[in-house]
């Protein structure tokens, strides 16, 4: 079987029989094998109606769960049960229309990883939903996009229409919470090319739509879980709470040494500095950065030398702003918040690179690199 496309189901009595109908007009001519597997979870007679379908047409295959946990899992299970060695995702309600099935499998086969029907490619829309469908997509797409760095780089990264080559999520262990199940394949998957289509996203015929506010909830707790399992995302979130934990015991230390033992100010500043930064090296140490213990004793003796170079640069740069901020006659407060969201970003970077730097880490850099997303 050379392609395999999986539709999680759920009360799509209407809609099924007219999608196996698109899909057979859109492949009739394609020279390749295919298998349809419906995953169904409907508390309706939609597993009768899917029933006479793989009775009367032949690559058309169904699983009907009585305890599913969703449409994630309903794809993951899809993934298990097909046999091809593409697989295409897609919704049961046709607002992802099967005409666009041939230019992806063309993708596909022309040696792309990944390919995404995308509605904000110039080509494509979401006209098929409403003001406040588009408001609340926006915003969950933007959440993904900030909070991942996978995510990034593709302009529909929470759709629930792709195509894959199956060595893509071979391995992979997928674990979603929800419907957001690309997100999944992208943060956990392996691949090199991603390649956005545009598409017409369709208005709702027949059925009714499956969001809600629980499944709203879903997608949040799915994006922190995605955080906590992706090194390179939860590692930057670790290193802003280890900083603002840093602010407040710079605060305390120099409180307490100013006000018990009565110095000259910079020397409570400096002194809290310096408890400060030591504070912040254990806990990135053991913490943020926990899996990069050396066990060379030359590497790990440049460790904290590296890492107070790195944050007395990043010092210089938070006071450089505030100096050009004051030559403007803009606000020094504003100035010095400027200059610690771009500190921030530096020494971060700078210490993931250097100071904590493992030869794992390098490759999953570079492997990252080489990920190439196109558009047409």
């Given at each position: 079987?050379?392609?395999?496309?999986?539709?999680?189901?759920?009360?799509?009595?209407?809609?099924?029989?007219?999608?196996?109908?698109?899909?057979?007009?859109?492949?009739?001519?394609?020279?390749?094998?295919?298998?349809?597997?419906?995953?169904?979870?409907?508390?309706?007679?939609?597993?009768?109606?899917?029933?006479?379908?793989?009775?009367?047409?032949?690559?058309?295959?169904?699983?009907?769960?009585?305890?599913?946990?969703?449409?994630?899992?309903?794809?993951?299970?899809?993934?298990?049960?097909?046999?091809?060695?593409?697989?295409?995702?897609?919704?049961?309600?046709?607002?992802?229309?099967?005409?666009?099935?041939?230019?992806?499998?063309?993708?596909?086969?022309?040696?792309?990883?990944?390919?995404?029907?995308?509605?904000?490619?110039?080509?494509?829309?979401?006209?098929?939903?409403?003001?406040?469908?588009?408001?609340?997509?926006?915003?969950?797409?933007?959440?993904?996009?900030?909070?991942?760095?996978?995510?990034?780089?593709?302009?529909?990264?929470?759709?629930?229409?792709?195509?894959?080559?199956?060595?893509?999520?071979?391995?992979?262990?997928?674990?979603?919470?929800?419907?957001?199940?690309?997100?999944?394949?992208?943060?956990?998957?392996?691949?090199?090319?991603?390649?956005?289509?545009?598409?017409?996203?369709?208005?709702?015929?027949?059925?009714?739509?499956?969001?809600?506010?629980?499944?709203?909830?879903?997608?949040?707790?799915?994006?922190?879980?995605?955080?906590?399992?992706s090194p390179e995302d939860r590692r930057f979130y670790l290193y802003?709470?280890?900083?603002?934990?840093?602010?407040?015991?710079?605060?305390?230390?120099?409180?307490?040494?100013?006000?018990?033992?009565?110095?000259?100010?910079?020397?409570?500043?400096?002194?809290?500095?310096?408890?400060?930064?030591?504070?912040?090296?254990?806990?990135?140490?053991?913490?943020?950065?926990?899996?990069?213990?050396?066990?060379?004793?030359?590497?790990?003796?440049?460790?904290?030398?590296?890492?107070?170079?790195?944050?007395?640069?990043?010092?210089?740069?938070?006071?450089?702003?505030?100096?050009?901020?004051?030559?403007?006659?803009?606000?020094?407060?504003?100035?010095?918040?400027?200059?610690?969201?771009?500190?921030?970003?530096?020494?971060?970077?700078?210490?993931?690179?250097?100071?904590?730097?493992?030869?794992?880490?390098?490759?999953?850099?570079?492997?990252?690199?080489?990920?190439?997303?196109?558009?047409?």
């Open positions: 079987m050379q392609v395999s496309i999986v539709i999680p189901t759920f009360n799509e009595r209407e809609n099924v029989r007219t999608m196996v109908e698109r899909i057979e007009g859109a492949l009739r001519d394609q020279r390749y094998s295919y298998e349809i597997w419906f995953i169904d979870d409907s508390r309706d007679d939609t597993p009768q109606v899917l029933e006479e379908l793989a009775q009367t047409h032949a690559q058309v295959h169904y699983v009907h769960r009585t305890n599913g946990r969703g449409l994630g899992t309903a794809v993951v299970e899809g993934f298990a049960r097909s046999t091809g060695e593409y697989i295409v995702v897609m919704d049961a309600d046709l607002q992802h229309p099967p005409e666009v099935l041939p230019t992806m499998l063309k993708r596909l086969m022309e040696g792309i990883d990944v390919v995404i029907p995308s509605r904000f490619v110039p080509g494509g829309s979401d006209g098929g939903l409403n003001t406040f469908r588009k408001f609340v997509s926006w915003t969950a797409r933007w959440i993904g996009r900030i909070a991942i760095k996978r995510l990034r780089s593709v302009t529909d990264c929470t759709g629930g229409y792709f195509g894959l080559h199956r060595s893509v999520i071979a391995n992979a262990e997928l674990d979603p919470i929800g419907w957001k199940i690309l997100m999944e394949v992208l943060v956990k998957g392996h691949y090199q090319t991603v390649h956005e289509v545009p598409y017409d996203f369709q208005s709702r015929d027949a059925g009714e739509s499956k969001m809600s506010l629980h499944e709203q909830w879903n997608y949040l707790r799915h994006i922190g879980k995605l955080l906590w399992n802003c709470f280890v900083g603002a934990m840093g602010v407040i015991v710079n605060l305390l230390v120099m409180s307490l040494v100013f006000y018990g033992f009565h110095p000259h100010a910079w020397i409570a500043s400096v002194v809290a500095s310096l408890v400060a930064m030591a504070h912040n090296f254990l806990w990135n140490d053991k913490l943020t950065w926990k899996e990069h213990n050396h066990t060379e004793k030359w590497r790990r003796a440049l460790q904290m030398p590296l890492f107070v170079l790195v944050s007395g640069t990043g010092i210089t740069v938070t006071a450089l702003f505030v100096q050009l901020f004051v030559w403007l006659h803009w606000s020094e407060l504003m100035g010095q918040t400027l200059g610690i969201v771009i500190a921030t970003g530096w020494t971060f970077t700078a210490n993931n690179r250097w100071t904590w730097a493992s030869s794992e880490e390098k490759l999953a850099r570079q492997t990252q690199k080489k990920i190439r997303v196109t558009q047409e």
